[in-house]
């Protein structure tokens, strides 16, 4: 990693470098930040208090009501680094989010993974350009803002895809003789 990756976090007088972070608009999904322990403890306080911080010309605060889960380390140099992301406790919640760091994940697999992940419907990986086609014209997937990740969110129904499903299966559109 070099320094033209790592992002200022400032908060309250107390300064982070993020390498990667994920927003849903001003909302934060992930951030990735390493730094004095101390500057962190500050930094994730004024976060969980729903307050601000700016990283670099972004931003952010949690989501309210928002469930969060902290991971903190120390890295072998003697640096702390500490995550923050989103956590969904609720499997019935319509909305998700798929993050990745591998650069070569496109948006149609990460989307098929999260759809995987989250839907009680069965689907087959042939059908994944479709599912990802369907997403993008019914506005069932936007991009996240990100730095050095893939994310996406996306918003599930079930019994809407299970119709659209069915349909496509009796035009032909999809294979339901899979092997």
């Known amino acids: 990693m070099t320094a033209i990756d790592l992002i200022p976090v400032e908060a309250d007088g107390f300064h982070a470098f993020a390498d990667a972070f994920a927003l849903d608009q001003n ?29 670099g010309n972004h931003d952010m605060s949690l989501l309210p009501r928002g469930k969060y889960v902290t991971a903190t380390r120390t890295l072998p140099s003697g640096t702390h680094h500490m995550a923050i992301y989103i956590k969904h406790e609720d499997s019935a919640a319509e909305d998700h989010y798929a993050l990745t760091m591998d650069r070569t994940v496109l948006e149609p697999d990460l989307y098929f993974q999260a759809h995987v992940k989250n839907s009680a419907l069965p689907i087959h990986p042939s059908w994944k350009a479709w599912l990802y086609a369907r997403a993008t014209k019914n506005k069932e997937l936007e991009s996240l803002t990100a730095h050095r990740i893939t994310g996406i969110k996306i918003h599930l129904d079930d019994q809407n895809l299970a119709r659209d499903i069915t349909r496509a299966l009796k035009k032909g559109v999809l294979k339901k003789d899979i092997e």
């Open 27 to 55: 909302w934060l999904v992930f951030i990735s930040m390493a730094g004095h322990k101390d500057a962190l403890k500050a930094i994730r306080a004024k976060l969980f208090t729903n307050r601000w911080l700016s990283a």
